[in-house]
């Protein structure tokens, strides 16, 4: 059901990537800037299609905007130490891959609290550490990885420029055989049987 | 629908996210060094850094409102020089301890580039104050204060200094000094309306009454604050210096009031033990 929201109590449904959908309060929703200046005022018609992220994914980020509808409004970045029990178990329990898509997410859906309680997750992973451990932190390849990953892939498109040439050799002597008058042919083949005939009675 | 691999979702995270404002410089530098497309994303960040002071052998400290970090690396001239060349760094103080081949390198490089760094007040805490004339890396329209030494060995410098284009629309000059201001060269000084004069030696309380009766005279300047550290002025001495009854103010014993010719406009000098205060009033 969607329809324009003026009460908390009114439902959206939000489509996701795999075309699924499922409700979600006005009351959260409405912590979505890019939901406020999209939808709030029209409605919409049928369900919201926010089809860039996966169900999991937009669960986890309504599953806040959800905890955090009676909450007093944002005012600002909060350090980590500020954080609730409950918002500490929210983004433990979440793996890197899932962090990620949540912050994109949340980035895409202009939800304030909680991008800014991601970037501070974010530094804190990353603070104090040195370009290696963050490398590590980050899982990115190393620039050793991706010097080895770019000449993997240089001894590939070598080995397929062999093959393609090759292959084109190929055409090219066919083509040339086909290109013969007949008669000439017959005699090509005729002069190749004869060399092989000499060099089996030459053994 | 763009199907991103998890690469480029970190990626995008990093391009999306101010985290700028999270990072101290420190381990923003750390982090720019992770890959060339995070190095991008890291130097198109605001560094909103307030005060920038060179040390020696490549030793900085970057301040801003949320920290005050001191870096020191081998490596580091890249990075400062991404940070000092941002087009958005509006500094407050930049302070240069010392010019050693380290700094040359930075300086050499900033002054190689078109944008000027914009700094209010640059300050050169060592007796190379000439080094104002060749820091054309400044950008002018910004630049208010400066603040230099001026030694026995940098006295015949001074005349070159004061009319170089570094200085000569300052906001303010500050002069630091440990000569006697008996041998300073207070002359070449005329020409610099705003003044920030501070002795760390010896005093010559009358050389300095003197010099401010003859620029009060003489109508040259609009501000000049003088003051000693170490050897505090005698304020007795000081006012009998200027006792001169229509300079006097009722009620104010260490104030006067010298009148400028042809005009309703007058000098006030402020008598004070730590700081003498000769200003334009109009």
Redesign the interface.
Known sequence: MTSPASSSEVKYLIES?EGNTFDVSGAALRQSNTFNAMFLNIGADGPIPF??YNEATLKKVFEYCEHSVNEENYSG?KHQDDLSKWDLNFFNEMDQ?MF??V??AS?FLDIERL?SY???R??RM??????QE??KV????T?EE?EAKQKVEEKKAAAAKKVAEKAAETAEKTETLEELPVQQLVQTTRNKLTRKYLSFSNE | MVVLTELEKKYLVFEHLNLSQYLDIKDRISLRNVSKRIRSIVDSWDPKLTEVYYQQCNSWRFISESFNSVIKAEDLSASVLSILKHPKLRLEKLKLYRQDNQWEAVSTELNRTDSKLSIRKFEILNNNSKYIITSNFLNLEVLEEVSLCITNETKTEIHKILHSDQCKALQMLTVNSYMNPNTFPFKCFNICPRLNLQFHGVSADNKIAYVIKNIVRRALIEIWYISNDVNPFNITFMQQSFRREDTLIKGYPNFRHYLIPETEEYYEIELEKECIRVEWMR
Do not use: F, H, V
């Open positions: 990537s089809t860039d970045p891959k990620i898509d912050i994109n980035n991008t991601c970037c501070e974010i530094a990353l603070r104090g550490k040195n370009t963050m490398i980050i899982t990115l390849p620039a991706l």
